[in-house]
């Protein structure tokens, strides 16, 4: 049911827009490049922000939270963004999810 549109950076579920702001989908597109893949925090900031500093959780955690609770309300029968306790975050299409 998710859609990833990588040209015009858009999102769709079912074919409606999730309406993701540029740093949503820059996540959802890394994360779906692995599926399965466990990121940290520290990964996915870096590989987004590119910083080789201090990392900001918060700021990953945030546009995390927002885009789940997007990606829920298009389709509430599954969590598409896992999180893994104590090491971070991985993508779970539906076909893994399902068994497939």
Do not use: C
Request: proline share 4%; no cysteine; charged share 25%.
């Amino acid at each position: 049911p998710l859609s990833l549109d990588f040209q015009r950076q858009r999102a769709t579920i079912h074919g409606a827009d999730l309406t993701l702001t540029q740093s949503e989908f820059a996540l959802l597109t890394l994360l779906s490049s692995r599926p399965r893949d466990i990121w940290t925090v520290e990964e996915l900031f870096r590989a987004l922000w590119g910083s080789n500093g201090a990392v900001d959780a918060q700021i990953v955690q945030g546009h995390l939270s927002r885009m789940r609770r997007k990606i829920e309300r298009a389709f509430p029968r599954h969590e598409f963004i896992e999180t893994v306790w104590g090491k971070g975050y991985r993508f779970v299409p539906t076909e893994i999810a399902d068994g497939r």
